[in-house]
């Protein structure tokens, strides 16, 4: 069963940058077909929306309090997708997720793909 996968986390000081990376487990798999977005998870909190971009890179959508600091970007060809993280504050602490699901899709007007998929998530710490 196709998975996505998060990396480039890790511990980074107030101010600094991370570059997110999402991969499919499966190079197969049609990723050029999937709106794909961001998810944090701050501990003790809820899951939040950060950020989605459409199927061929062509529309974004940012969380508004996020926007400015934290770039989505993709490489079809490559079968990825970015997150661009700067400026980071403590608060950006969190695991963050990649999805392709209803709420991502529908962010960016894609159509929804036909089951969920999800990672397991990459930490970010932002501390000094």
């Known amino acids: 069963q196709v998975k996505l996968e998060e990396s480039g986390g890790g511990l980074v000081q107030p101010g600094g940058s991370l570059r997110l990376s999402c991969t499919p487990s499966?190079?197969?798999?049609?990723?050029?077909?999937?709106?794909i977005g961001w998810f944090r998870q701050a501990p003790g909190k809820e899951r939040e929306f950060v950020a989605a971009?459409?199927?061929?890179?062509?529309?974004?959508h940012y969380t508004e309090f996020l926007k400015g600091r934290f770039t989505i970007s993709r490489d079809n060809a490559k079968n990825m997708v970015y997150l661009q993280m700067n400026g980071l504050k403590p608060e950006d602490t969190a695991v963050y997720y990649c999805a392709a699901d209803s709420t991502v899709a529908q962010a960016v007007g894609n159509i929804p793909p036909g089951r969920d998929y999800w990672g397991e998530g990459t930490r970010v710490t932002v501390s000094s």
């Open positions: 499966d190079s197969g798999f049609a990723w050029d077909y999937y709106a």
């Open positions: 971009i459409s199927f061929d890179g062509g529309f974004r």
